[in-house]
């Protein structure tokens, strides 16, 4: 069986030092953005600001569905504390992330490979972070919304509820999300890139194997050879100490002699 061999080298490392400097960036600029955010400072409002304008559901359906003794409806992912919270644990991780990859970097172990996998993840969590901020929000029949408000309209129709800054966070933190995504993406697309060997690499592979499967009967030979010569031949006929002396005996014996 062919096991496919996997570079260790990175094609453009300082590509990869690059985007390691602009990850950092948008890491501690996510940070400070959903952090603030956090826990509900401005997306309830900017929930109310777009039904005021018929754009999406009320934040009040579920008291009134409380209040009319109806099926409490689902919370859209868009307009949820889940979603705060998701925000907020993958830009931590990701500043994990990135100073763990950082260490090993330097200390010449950070492998293509691992970064593939590592970037692969971080990538489906930020397309997870963009889909929910940018989410559908069809929880009320009368005004559907299939992306919020805040996202594809002006800013405007916050202004007079004085509520204009809180939207032009919440596009700031969604254009975080989406740069975020795109420097991960980037480095996935680097690693993939690196995993592939050249034709110099996939020619010193191909030799190595070939020494090892041409190699191995050929020195296992040598080696029992080294190990028989120092060994004399046995004799043809086995002696011990008795056959010794009575042949020793029979010579010495004057008919023996005679004959």
């Known amino acids: 069986m062919h096991i496919p061999y996997l570079s260790r080298r990175w094609k453009w490392p300082k590509v990869l030092v690059l985007l390691f400097v602009l990850e950092l960036g948008g ?4 940070l400070a953005l959903f952090g603030i955010a956090s826990p509900d400072l401005f997306r309830t409002k900017l929930w ?3 039904y005021e304008h018929g754009f999406n559901s009320s934040p009040l359906q579920v008291l009134y ?3 009319n003794y109806r099926p409490i ?5 868009v307009w949820s504390k889940t979603l705060t919270d ?7 991780l990701s500043m994990f992330i ?3 990859k950082a260490v090993m970097f330097i200390l010449h172990i950070w492998y293509p490979l691992l970064g593939t996998i590592a970037n692969a993840a971080l990538v489906v969590m930020w397309v997870v972070s963009i889909y929910g901020q940018a989410g559908p929000d069809y929880s009320d029949p009368t005004f559907p919304s299939s992306v919020a408000w805040y996202v594809r309209k002006s ?5 007079p509820s004085g509520n204009e800054h809180y939207c032009i966070m919440a596009k ?29 690499e996939r020619a010193t592979a191909r030799l190595q194997v070939d020494d090892m499967q041409k190699g191995s009967p050929t020195s296992a030979h040598s080696s029992q050879e080294w190990e028989m010569k120092g060994l004399r031949a046995a004799p043809k006929t086995p002696y011990t100490p008795r056959t010794l002396a009575f042949n020793t005996l029979d010579r010495r014996l004057p008919l023996r002699q005679s004959d």
């Open 48 to 50: 109310e600001v777009g």
């Open 155 to 159: 800013c405007v129709y916050a202004k």
């Open 73 to 77: 409806p689902k919370i859209p992912f």
């Open 27 to 30: 890491t501690v600029a996510a």
């Open 65 to 67: 569905a409380y209040a």
């Open 98 to 100: 990135l100073l763990v």
């Open 172 to 200: 700031g933190t969604f254009a975080t999300t989406v740069i975020m995504m795109a420097i991960f993406f980037l480095n996935m697309v680097l690693g993939i890139w690196s995993l592939i060997p050249s034709r110099g």
């Open 86 to 92: 998701f925000n907020v644990a993958i830009s931590v």
